[in-house]
């Protein structure tokens, strides 16, 4: 006699070492998210202060930000943190290249680019979580 109820699914193996899962289209977005606001935060550095201070500011606000990602937020983060501190760090990134785009005049942009980071944000980090 057969037995009515279907088997369990097996559990997923584990990758083998050196692999890593594919990629998703929603990781290509967060990657984009990710870009755009490291631009957003050039563009502002270069466009709204005097001379001297263009360059410090157009080079350092961006570099600013890709060392938080890169310390807390990135895949291969340097620092292991828990996840809040890690969504706080994506955070303040999403957040200040909105600033940054507001200050430019492109509010729209801006909240346009907020909606769309920090959806990608959540469902990235609630997928990470699970």
């Given at each position: ?16 070492a050196g692999t890593r899962p594919a990629l998703t289209a929603l990781d ?73 785009l507001w200050a430019l005049g492109l509010t729209w942009v801006g909240i ?8 990608v944000g959540l469902v990235v980090g609630r997928r990470r979580l699970a």
């Amino acid at each position: 006699m057969t037995d009515p109820t279907p088997a369990a699914p097996a559990a997923a193996a584990p990758l083998p070492a050196g692999t890593r899962p594919a990629l998703t289209a929603l990781d290509v977005v967060a990657f984009l998210c990710e870009i755009g606001g490291i631009a957003a935060l050039a563009i502002w550095g270069f466009a709204t202060w005097p001379f001297p201070w263009n360059l410090v500011v157009g080079i350092l606000t961006p570099v600013a930000a890709i060392v938080l990602w890169a310390l807390f937020v990135s895949p291969r983060a340097v620092l292991a943190v828990h996840p809040f501190v890690r969504a706080v760090a994506e955070l303040l990134v999403y957040a200040g290249a909105t600033a940054a785009l507001w200050a430019l005049g492109l509010t729209w942009v801006g909240i346009a680019y907020a909606v769309v980071a920090i959806t990608v944000g959540l469902v990235v980090g609630r997928r990470r979580l699970a």
